[in-house]
């Protein structure tokens, strides 16, 4: 079964603190990775989208990096504004239908 | 270029009754799709459509359909509602099925009561 899973659920980081969020998946025949923000309430804003294995895409703080298996999205010297849900969606299968995860959600603490 | 557009942003229903929403797709984006997002599941990809013609649908009861005109907007319709299907709705409009990036309306928050 085609499956996307993101870890951790939850992630609280001071501000400054770098870290990653895990996005891994289980799918057959992988057109692309996609990573989006959502703030509360509203819908998903588009971030990067990987191809791939070793492809990486960089915007301001975030960069993301792909595998075979999995896409990580790295967040250097995070500000309170990165404060959001990050999800992640993968691309796949005979139709291209779109698998997201449940999404990270990211705080960061002034 | 203006973005995804999707009305109503609210809607509050009893159950039983039936809700439309549309969705105006990003110009020159053909393809639309939308999803239901709720805090337990995440994001369920519902049906996608292309030239008016839907590609794929996803494992939603059949209270769940939907349409695209020619102009590429899209509605989608719920009859008979249930208190489950309380959720955000999302559509998402791309230039056209495949490798293509998703680009995502706010959303039509509905409240089934």
């Known amino acids: 079964e085609d499956q996307v899973t993101q870890s951790p659920e939850a992630l609280r980081l001071q501000e400054g603190e770098s870290s990653s969020l895990n996005c891994s998946y289980t799918v057959s025949g992988l057109r692309g990775l996609f990573w989006y923000r959502q703030d509360p309430g509203k819908g998903p804003e588009f971030l990067f989208t990987l191809y791939s294995a070793g492809e990486e895409k960089e915007k301001e703080r975030l960069k993301a990096t792909l595998t075979k298996k999995e896409s990580f999205l790295h967040i250097t010297a995070p500000k309170p504004e990165d404060s959001a849900t990050y999800l992640c969606a993968v691309q796949a299968g005979t139709g291209n239908q779109f698998y997201f995860g449940t999404g990270t959600s990211l705080t960061v603490i002034p | 270029k203006a973005g995804v557009t999707q009305t109503p942003r609210y809607l509050i229903k009893t159950r039983g009754q039936q809700v439309t929403l549309s969705c105006s797709p990003i110009s020159g984006h053909r393809s639309v799709s939308w999803y239901q997002q709720t805090p337990g599941q995440g994001l369920q990809f519902l049906f996608e459509?292309?030239?008016?013609?839907?590609?794929n649908k996803g494992n939603f009861p059949g209270r769940f359909s939907g349409r695209q005109f020619s102009n590429s907007r899209s509605e989608m319709n719920v009859s008979t509602l249930e208190l489950g299907d309380s959720a955000l709705y999302l559509c998402?409009?791309?230039?056209?099925?495949?490798?293509?990036?998703?680009?995502f309306g706010p959303g039509t928050r509905l409240l089934v009561l």
């Open positions: 459509y292309f030239s008016e013609t839907q590609r």
């Open positions: 998402a409009s791309s230039y056209q099925p495949g490798q293509e990036t998703q680009y």
